[in-house]
């Protein structure tokens, strides 16, 4: 089962991560994307090197996503040799193992809470904060297959990115009261 480190309340089934609580302790959030990292590349016969597992470390460092150059730049300060091709391969290979997502409207990478089973992405990215949420709902996967497939058009690829303002940054409640006011 996942261990949910954050935001129990917004979760249901679509949703793969919800716009972290403030101050929610996301030393717990880092701890159960490795361990659950360190589970699927035994189980699937992959080596999550020490450089691996140092980058998913980095991207994980929060909930905002974060640039390839970011990453060179910490790696750097960790190892002068750290250069730009191994970061981009271990990215590759935590992309390839869906470890991890990249956005390509921030052109930066945001790590998976749920990487055991494969999804299409729909993420919910802050404008102000950068926040991202993600949700996995296949009634907008399939409508949008569907939808695609009535133009004679294959889908190979879903990411859906989506731009407003977050919970914390908005300082209000996500969803009910919300929905109530705006029909008022
Ligand atoms: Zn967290
Ligand atoms: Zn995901
Ligand atoms: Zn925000």
């Not at 994307?33 to 016969?45: K, P, T, V």
């Not at 749920?114 to 919910?124: E, K, S, V």
């Not at 889908?155 to 300082?171: A, F, H, K, N, S």
Request: aromatic content about 4%.
């Amino acid at each position: 089962m996942p261990d949910r480190s954050i935001s129990p309340s917004n979760a249901s089934p679509s949703v793969v991560s919800p716009f972290p609580d403030q101050g929610h302790d996301h030393t717990r959030c880092i701890d159960t994307a490795i361990r659950q990292a360190e589970m699927l590349c035994a189980s699937r016969s992959r080596r999550l090197t020490p450089l691996r597992r140092r980058v998913l470390e980095l991207v994980w460092a929060s909930h905002q996503p974060v640039k390839a150059y970011d990453l060179l730049a910490h790696l750097r300060q960790e190892s002068a040799s750290a250069a730009p091709p191994t970061v981009y391969r271990a990215l590759d290979f935590l992309l390839a193992e869906r470890l991890i997502h990249r956005l390509a409207s921030l052109n930066a990478y945001v790590g998976c809470a749920q990487p055991d089973h494969r999804h299409a992405g729909q993420f919910l990215i802050c404008a102000q904060c950068q926040a991202v949420a993600e949700l996995d709902d296949d009634s907008i996967s399939d409508l949008l297959g569907h939808r695609a497939a009535e133009q004679g058009f294959v889908l190979t690829d879903q990411v859906i990115e989506l731009e407003g303002i977050c919970p914390r940054c908005r300082g209000a409640q996500p969803r009910a009261d919300a929905l109530a006011n705006d029909s008022l």
